[in-house]
């Protein structure tokens, strides 16, 4: 089982990138996006439980950014707009096969599956 995060790099602030998350191996029915600055804890971003699309956003990003599956199952994205210099951390995915309640999809230990990283660098 692998996740592969790609998408990240350097941008201006107000950019729009996309972070795409592509999972080999298995299929899973929760999805995450995390992200870890310099000297701080790894924070939640966004989730996406599969069986119904519903989704959950750290307040942080929401209304800017945008998690989101292709129908194979196989991809999720994480779409940022409007960045700002403080989103520069290194974005992480991660998945797992339990169908979480929401209230759980925040916390890294939901999470078996975790992919290397990709960083996004926001320059002002």
């Known amino acids: 089982v692998q996740l592969q995060a790609s998408g990240g790099g350097l941008v201006q602030a107000g950019d729009s990138p996309r972070l795409s998350c592509v999972a080999s191996g298995r299929t899973f029915s929760t999805y995450g996006w995390f992200r870890q600055a310099p000297g701080k804890e790894r924070e939640f971003v966004a989730a996406l439980r599969w069986s119904d699309s519903s989704t959950k956003y750290a307040d942080s990003v929401k209304g800017r950014f945008t998690i989101s599956r292709d129908n194979a199952k196989t991809t999720v994205y994480l779409q940022m707009n409007s960045l700002k210099p403080e989103d520069t951390a290194v974005y992480y995915c991660?998945?797992?096969?339990?169908?979480?309640?929401?209230?759980?999809?925040?916390?890294?230990?939901?999470?078996?599956?975790w992919g290397q990283g990709t960083q996004v660098t926001v320059s002002s």
């Open positions: 991660a998945a797992d096969r339990r169908s979480w309640i929401m209230g759980v999809l925040s916390l890294p230990g939901s999470y078996l599956y």
